[in-house]
């Protein structure tokens, strides 16, 4: 059974960071790529980031030059750190992975994790 379980999330200040985490546990062999997504009350959930098995990175352009995703292979982790955040940050960030078992390829969600920035 493969597990995403994000961390990090909270309540901070406008102008403040966070830093979420994403862990792979389970029967893996890698994660592939990876996503962070969001979703505001009322919204649709958007895609915030995005990492590739390479390494390429790719932002929404409302968080780029303040949001940075990068990953751990070797702890089967992604990251996603969050500076200068805004209220408009506010949401449930969900991380989405594509984990290889075995010889096959499968997406995964995490339950998401609560960011409140407050004014």
């Known amino acids: 059974q493969v597990q995403l379980v994000e961390s990090g999330g909270g309540l901070v200040q406008a102008g403040g960071s966070l830093r979420l985490s994403c862990a792979a546990s389970?029967?893996?062999?890698?994660?592939?790529?990876a996503d962070w997504y969001r979703q505001a009350p009322g919204k649709q959930r958007e895609l915030v980031a995005s990492?590739?098995?390479?390494?390429?990175?790719n932002y929404a352009d409302s968080v780029k030059g303040r949001f940075t995703i990068s990953r751990d292979n070797a702890k089967n982790r992604v990251y996603l750190q969050m500076n200068s955040l805004k209220p408009d940050d506010t949401a449930v960030y969900y991380c989405?992975?594509?984990?290889?078992?075995?010889?096959?390829?499968?997406?995964?969600w995490g339950q998401g994790t609560q960011v409140t920035v407050s004014s």
């Open positions: 990492i590739t098995s390479g390494g390429s990175t």
């Open positions: 989405n992975a594509v984990v290889k078992v075995g010889s096959y390829t499968y997406s995964y």
């Open positions: 389970g029967n893996i062999f890698s994660i592939e790529a």
